[in-house]
């Protein structure tokens, strides 16, 4: 099937949608020439199906099929990462995924390595730029453990909010989970997904997070009898309504 056979699509959506980029950086590796279509340099505008020999920096480039789309729950343990391939040779939460029915996995949202719970994958690209994008302000909660005992005079600036080096930040809401010994539990909520947001706002308010676990991405929550490093598909109707 052709580019011009019914059915094709717009490039950059395809590109996107197996999870490349978003729309405009992918319009303009167009315009540089890095894409191709059957060996030629594509053109913007340009049509296209799954099935077309579509290559980015002469890379062959995997595409979603079409009602393929998938999205999978997994538990991150302490100590993995958040990457396809690590330099140092630590294991990636992709380790244990299993193969998607189409296309590759897009993780949406980032955890750090020392940070554990829910993470989502998705093999939707344009699915994914979408839940991450800050226009979305998706809710994410997180359980966090800091030393100390923060009062309410903390808690309010945490509310309220506080400047970090990327601007203002501060937790939709904050509910105190009890004392362990020296440490204090909260239960935290914020629309963002900044690098490492919620440990830093906790360093700036002067109290250092010593555990930290996703609960909820948006509509999904972290399944209580799914083990670390176990995975589970959405059913697809779940699926289709993010």
């Known amino acids: 099937m052709s580019a011009a056979d019914r059915g094709a699509e717009r490039l950059q959506k395809l590109l996107a949608t197996a999870g490349l980029g978003s ?3 992918i319009e303009q590796w167009i315009r540089d020439g890095r894409v191709s279509i059957a060996g ?3 053109q913007l505008g340009e049509r296209a199906t799954a099935t077309d020999d579509i290559r980015l920096d002469d890379r ?4 979603q099929a079409p009602g393929k789309r998938q999205v999978l729950i997994y538990h991150k343990p302490l100590g993995e990462v958040t990457t396809r391939r690590d330099p140092a040779g630590r294991p990636t939460v992709f380790d244990r995924l299993p193969q998607p029915a189409a296309g590759r996995w897009v993780v949406i949202g980032r955890l750090d390595v020392n940070t554990t719970g829910l993470l989502l994958f998705t093999n939707d690209g344009a699915l994914a730029h979408r839940l991450m994008h800050p226009s979305a302000e998706v809710e994410r909660e997180y359980l966090v453990r800091v030393h100390g005992l923060p009062g309410p005079e903390v808690l309010g600036r945490a509310r ?4 970090l080096g990327d601007g203002l ?3 939709e809401s904050i509910e105190p989970g009890g004392h362990s010994g020296s440490h204090s539990w909260f239960r935290v909520t914020l629309r963002e997904g900044r690098n490492r947001e919620v440990r830093r706002l906790w360093e700036e308010l002067g109290f250092e997070v010593s555990r930290l676990s996703r609960l909820r991405y948006g509509q999904v929550s972290l399944p209580t009898d799914l083990r670390p490093g176990g995975w589970r598909l959405l059913p697809a109707g779940e699926a289709d309504l993010l």
């Open 23 to 25: 729309r405009r950086e």
């Open 60 to 63: 062959p480039v995997a595409l």
């Open 40 to 42: 030629r340099v594509a």
């Open 169 to 171: 930040a501060r937790f």
């Open 160 to 163: 309220s909010g506080v400047m």
